[in-house]
Structure formats: C-alpha cells, structure tokens
C-alpha cells in the first residue's frame, strides 16, 4: 500500500463543472497537506495547503481534510480547460522530520 | 513567488560524462530537495538537505551526489552518466518556520546517449 494514494484518472469533467479530486494517506501522525498542480513537461506548483480538519477556499478551489478518514480533498469550482493538468496530493509526515511524501497525481481533463 | 533557479534547463551528454546540476534559491529556505521524475510518472526523493553541511539520501537509490555548502545552494553531481540517468531532475526548498510547503525549480531535462 502506498503511502499516499490518489486515482490516476484521467478525470474529464465538462467546462464549467466541479471538479473533485480526492487522495487518501497511510500515516494517521501527518500534519500537513498539500496540493500541487503540474502541467505537462513543468514543475509542480502550490495550489494550497491546510492542516486544519474542515475546509479552506481559495478563490475556485477548496480543500477538504478529514483526518479521522484520513482523507483530503480538492474541488475546483467553475473548471477551465487551462485546469487540465495532473494534481499531486502531498502529505508531510509527523514522523521522519520535515520529509513530504507525494501521491503519483490525479490527470484531470476540462473539455470545452 | 518562488525564487528558486535550476541549471542547464536541457542537457544532452555522453555515457561516461561527470555532469553537474546547479540549484539556486534567494529564499533563504533551510531545507532543499531534489526530485527525479520520468515522463507520466511520480516524483521520487533522490536526496534532501536539513541545512549547511547537512545532507541526506532520499527514497529512491540514486547514484548521484549532492553538497550543501551554502544555504542557497544544492548542486546535484553524477560521477559517470549513465543512459539510465535520463529524466528529469527537479529541485525544491522548503522553510520550516512555515507550513513546509515546498516549491519547485523548473527543472532540469537530462539525456544521456
């Protein structure tokens, strides 16, 4: 079982829909969480991160922590085809120090 | 933004070659990563550094090499490329006065013929 767990998709939702990415974690100590979006031949960027069980919006997109599921989530509200991309779900270990162990992605297609 | 640098963007070269991959930040982040990545696929921790002079070996067995000298700076060496070190090479840093979020170069795409 990995560590940090996400469907690989392709996800394809129509534009202007929700799209809802989930990812699932091993390690009940983790204490953050993150979600990094990386286009195709780019580096992975920061979208958001929370630590906190409940929601955090920023502009269309919104995480979920559930910790007792050990579970987040990232919706983007109002899908765009320059959203498609591959989202990588990363958690930071309470054990091991500072280390961030990330999930192989979720590819996700907006169709216009 | 992130002011994290990485250089060459593009290498092509030889088997045998002793290469080296520059990463710069002004961030004055205390931990710095790097990442190696194939086409499609996850990214693996090659090696990772707590802070000067301290370095570690990541997740993924890697022949290469790294050093912390300065806070800014984490160069990748490998010895003798190999054909099987074509990928991508990524590097990050992090501060840990913060939430650890870590933010990536652009990358380094290394071919070895």
């Known amino acids: 079982q990995k560590e940090v767990e996400q469907n690989s998709g392709p996800l394809s939702v129509p534009e202007g829909a929700i799209a809802s990415l989930n990812c699932t974690y091993s390690d009940r100590g983790s204490q953050s969480f993150f979600w990094y979006r990386q286009y195709s031949g780019k580096s992975p960027e920061l979208i958001m991160f929370i630590y906190s069980n409940g929601d955090k919006e920023d502009g269309r997109f919104t995480a979920q922590l559930n910790k007792a599921s050990q579970y987040v989530s990232l919706l983007i509200r109002d899908s765009q085809p320059s959203d498609s991309a591959t989202y990588l779900c990363?958690?930071?270990?309470?054990?091991?120090?500072?280390?961030?162990?990330f999930g192989a992605g979720t590819r996700l297609f907006v169709k216009a | 933004e992130a002011d994290i640098y990485q250089t060459p963007r593009y290498l092509v070269i030889g088997t045998g070659k002793k290469i080296t991959l520059e990463c710069s930040q002004t961030?004055?982040?205390?931990?710095m990563y790097w990442y190696q990545q194939d086409p499609g696929m996850e990214l693996h921790l090659i090696h990772y550094s707590y802070g000067v002079n301290s370095t570690e070996k990541g997740d993924l067995s890697s022949e290469s090499t790294v050093s912390r000298i300065r806070t800014e700076h984490f160069p990748l060496t490998l010895e003798s490329a190999r054909p099987s070190h074509t990928s991508q090479y990524l590097c990050?840093?992090?501060?840990?006065?913060?939430?650890?979020?870590?933010?990536f170069g652009p990358g380094t795409r290394l071919t070895v013929t």
């Open positions: 961030m004055g982040h205390d931990k």
């Open positions: 990363a958690v930071r270990k309470d054990t091991g120090g500072f280390k961030t162990i």
């Open positions: 990050a840093s992090s501060d840990s006065g913060r939430s650890y979020e870590q933010y």
